[in-house]
């Protein structure tokens, strides 16, 4: 809402309202029954103020193959079963109620085609909707306080002007003077029967905030936007037919069959930085059926089409706007006051949206296309500027929104930069026909709930006493009781002596009394001036303390404006280092999954070690308890045997037979000097048919020494035949080849399959190098 003089100095618009207090677009939903021939429905009210839409066969699922279901919140939603009276009360109502406290309002319907909003903003006979209901409100609540028409008057730049009542009635005069056919009362309150009865006589309602020390005037006017073009509805010429043309020889060039075409109104900024329709016709009403009268006029000129969707679809948006202006009553009570400057002017527009549709099930051709695309245009312009609107407020940005790129958004800028109040009813059609187009809507009202507007501020009060009405009707009527009644005047006989010297003596009494009255007038009079002084004392007293106190006060102001601000930068810095905070826990999370899977990684491989550390134990100990049966079965068999030791040098060959038993394991260490024996079997591992052929037997076996070089050991031994019919070695002496390097030695080591038994140790043979 914004309050408005009639013409105050130009000032420019402020970047922020001056009010701090911002409130949400307020945003309601209303569902329309079912009709007859639609079976399956797609919305569901579970609550006052949520509905739920179910996803309708045959429409794409989620991924897990399950239907959505989405829920959508608003202000409050409105059932099937809702009255248009309880609509009225729950939306329009406040609207109307800040309307007559000078302040303004923009409420508007919205929804696919066929979803009600005609129906939701006009009504029908019996069930009125917002638009009568509103202007019944109004009439119920000024209608004893109205000036007489004419009295307030509309110029061509979107202000009052105020005029006194003698001129006023002179225009009044005029105006009839000009009438070719005089209106009586009885042609004038006839009302067209599609409009009879819209409401009630129970379901009115009345504001309690009329101030009955101003007086008032209604004026509405009705437009359309047609593919982006603006035309007045109330416009008479539209239907004027163009007159014929006549050539020089008295022939009719042109027929008079031809209609004037409309001519589409401009948008201009008036003083005040307010958009407005320039030329736009502007009808003062007395009553909410005259003015309901004017506006179902223009809606019989309002673009309607037959389409698939809808019989009767509104091809155009209209805006019908309601302009209230009031001003105070002089310091007697008697006459408006004579100052423009105490104009305060305020209006109410009521908009109903052409619905949003598919080309494609509308049906539409030819002309209907083009106009479904420009309603489509609008209406998706009017979503972007919501969606800047919302980005700006809630991440700082500082975006222009295009409010120009359409003209349903551009004469509705204002209240969206926060000079009035502004409220949505989004009505939809429960059908799965309409799901994805619905679907559509509600993310628009969702998104739309978010847009804050400021709070207007109220006006100011006039520094009249209040009352002043009251008294002047009180003094009007009860003045004449205290004088005595005039008696009979009229003479009946010339020769009456009576009649005129007793009327004499009246007047004289009459007189009598009022200086009385006069007396003692002035002397309360008197009496009270010091009293007034003393007041006004007091008053101007009071006032230095207030003005004192409101130094203070923009003071503190100041100093809470400055914490405000600390406060939002605080604010943003905090929720940047909580942003910074969940990135740190997100990565901290990350870091301690892949901790705990090294640590299961680690504890895995730590139980695999221990079980290979178990295995090895256990091998130790088998191959510790097969050593100890071998060399227990040795050491038998040595101690049962004679055997003659003998020692023989290396290589003395002869014409011996040998074993040359090489494990698989030993390493080519690329030595010049290499052992060979001639004639000698060569095995990796001995074997019982081996020894039977052979008499000498050899092992060659690495290992590390002491001092951590590499030598080879060459272990020899007899082979001789034992009771049982088998071969044993009885080793003789130990030959070992030690290689020496000057910068590092390698170590290798021994491994399993060497076939060194234990005990070897124990021969006392003499150890020979070999450079």
Known sequence: YFYRKGKPPRRHPPKKPSSNQTDPVGVYCRVRPLGAEDEECCIEVISSTTIQMHTPEGFKTNRNGEYKETQYSFKKVFGVSVSQMELFEHVAKPLVDDLIRGKNGLLFTYGVTGSGKTFTMTGSPGQGGLLPRSLDMIFNSIGPYQAKRYVFKTDEKNSIEIQTEVDALLERQRRDNNLSVPKTPSTRLKADPEIADMIKPEETSKSDGVDDDSSYSVFVSYVEIYNNYIYDLLEETQEDAIKPKWNGGGTPVRQNTELIPPQSKILREDQNHIMYVAGCLEVEVKSAEEAFQVFWRGQKKRKVANTRLNRESSRSHSVFIIKLAQAPLDADGDNVLQDKNQISVSQLCLVDLAGSERTGRTGAEGTRIREAGNINQSLLNLRTCIEILRENQMCGTNKMVPYRDSKITHLFKNYFDGEGKVRMVVCVNPKTDDYEETLLVMRFAEMTQEVEVARPVDRPICGFTPGRRHRNQQHQVCFPLLLPSLPSCELTDPHDDITLPRLIEALKNRQRIKQMLMKDYNKIANMMKPVLQELDTSLISKDNFIQEQNGKLIEKDKIIQGNKAEIERLEKKT?????????????????????????????????????????????????????????????????????????????????????????????????????????????????????????????????????????????????????????????????????????????????????????????????????
């Open 575 to 771: 929720k940047m280092q909580e942003h910074k905070i969940d990135i740190l826990q997100k990565t901290t999370k990350i870091f301690e999954d892949d901790k705990r899977s090294l640590q299961h990684e680690l504890e895995t491989r730590e139980q695999r070690l221990q079980r290979e550390l178990s295995e090895k134990r256990r091998m130790e100990q088998r191959m510790h308890g097969v050593i100890s049966d071998t060399q227990f079965k040795w050491e038998k068999e040595c101690t049962t045997t004679p055997v003659r030791p003998r020692h023989r040098r290396s290589c003395s060959a002869g014409g011996e037979k040998w074993v040359d038993h090489k494990p698989s394991s030993s390493m080519d260490l690329g030595t010049v000097l290499q052992p060979v024996i001639p004639n000698a079997i060569q095995v990796s591992a001995p074997s019982e048919k081996a020894l039977s052929k052979c008499d000498r037997y050899v092992l060659t076996h690495q290992e590390v020494a002491s001092d951590g070089e590499i030598q080879t050991k060459l272990i020899k031994g007899d082979v001789i035949k034992t009771r049982g019919g088998g071969q044993a070695v009885q080793f003789t002496d130990i030959e070992t080849l030690k290689q020496e390097l000057t910068t590092c030695s390698v170590a290798v080591a021994m491994r399993a399959g060497s076939n060194l038994g234990p005990g070897l140790e124990h021969h006392a043979v003499t150890k020979r190098r070999k450079p």
